[in-house]
């Protein structure tokens, strides 16, 4: 399997070579020249397997220049950091008691080190570029540059602190994350490791960092230290590949639950920011899961939606800070590997169209590549009162707790069911465990929060619902700020060179 570029035409490179540029020279970012396909036996093959053999398994079919062991290694380094025996459990909530054929599986993807569905495929990139640097004999090192809206940058630190040749550094809106997702990055030891705040959003993050990665002088100055740079973001396949595979593991869960049969059809619903995950569940699709329609779920910030709607994406609009901080974007990079695919590979046109969005703010796709979205995409976005009714909901009727990018999910899939009827199995990708967002969720409890601190916070909500503590959580209150640096926008790339040069 080769990589191509979404931007122009470069030379097919492969699997480890992408990993490791993270983005493509010309801008655009590494899809597979064709997406593998997977049959029906091999999705049953699947359902006695653990996750590390699903995931070596899914993996085999677009990193073939790893070896069958050489994934195994991964998988198992990778995932022995989670908390449950499945890595990704299934809650099975029947949401419509009217309708108890309509299961939906709550996929919780936050057993891992930092309680978000990002350690995923972040426990997995270390290893994935650890085995790509001895595949291409890179001497270098290799600095790993994030901009995060908060779950990303701590799955990383946590993924690549004192991974040997690599450097970490990442960058967050000094007021656009959490508390908590703050303090899990500011106290993250390692040597090789820097956090640093951006005065601005998390979409001035993101644009500083491309901008970084496309300046060629930098990456001269870098390349005179012996540095070279990478991504962790969703940008870089190796960090989206690894979550193709909790689509298929989701979907064997159900199975294994007895909540579907063996090919039966299941929607999906995502809560969605970057594109990332949501990108993830359509090559699943694209591969032969039987997925019937993915449900984009958005915040107020609601560029996605419109774009399903009408085809144009415009991201000239207010930008709301919500209780849904991951989901606070208005750029939304992973667009673009999707444009590409639907558009038949179509680099030219896929460059105009970032183009215009980086000079005008905004495009508009034509109406054949906008027909082919509508038959696989339904997108609904979901304000704060609903997200916290949800939330609400949900506890009452089943003592579950969702966080509150969870319960967005819900909420935009309830809008869904009540506008098409469509009652489908459904995959909900529970994104954060609800004790990253406890002001939130208190909230919505109907629960007083005032004069209580974060930690105080996740004490009352665990004496309330005996919901279990993360462990990285409970333990988070004893850890020492390490990292205090802020930074204008303007001032991200001489940082970079700082931290090179170290």
Known sequence: ???????????????????????SSDGGLFVPEKIPRITQDEIGELVNKTYEQRAAKILGKFLTDYTEDELGECTELAYNWFDVPMRIPVAVLIQDP??????????????????????????????????ALQKVGETKKILIL?????????????????????????FYPEDGVSKIQKLQMVTQTGDNVNVTAVKGNFDDAQTGVKKIFGDKKIREELDKLGVKLSSANSIN?????????YYFSGYVELIRSGQ??????????????????ILAAYYALKMGLPVKKLICASNINNVLTEFFATGTYNRNRKFFKTITP??????SSNLERLLYHESGGDFKQVSRYMAELNSLGKYKIDKKLKDRLDKIFHAEFVNELETRDFIKRVYGSFKYLLDTH???????LSKYRGKTKDFTPVLNASTASPYKFTNAVLTALEQPVEGLDDFAQIKKLFDMTNFKIPRNLAELSNKKIL????????EMPQRVLDFAAK
Request: hydrophobic share 45%.
């Open 1 to 23: 399997m080769k990589y191509v570029s979404t931007r122009s035409k470069i030379a097919p490179i492969s699997s480890a070579e992408a990993i490791l540029q993270g983005l």
């Open 98 to 131: 009217k309708n108890p054929v309509a299961p939906v599986g709550n996929m919780e993807l936050w057993h891992g080190p930092t309680s978000a569905f990002k350690d995923v495929a972040l426990q997995m990139l270390p290893h994935l570029m650890r085995m």
């Open 146 to 170: 994030v901009a995060t809206s908060g779950d990303t940058g701590k799955a990383a630190l946590a993924g690549f602190a004192d991974v040997p040749q690599t450097k970490i550094m990442v």
């Open 237 to 245: 396949w190796g960090r989206l590949v690894p979550q193709i595979v």
């Open 260 to 277: 579907i049969k063996l090919g039966d059809n299941v929607n999906v619903c995502v809560p969605t920011g970057n594109f990332g995950n």
């Open 326 to 331: 991951s989901m606070d974007i208005l750029i």
């Open 406 to 412: 969870s319960a967005v999910a819900v909420a935009a």
């Open 483 to 490: 990292h205090a640096d802020v930074c204008e926008k303007d």
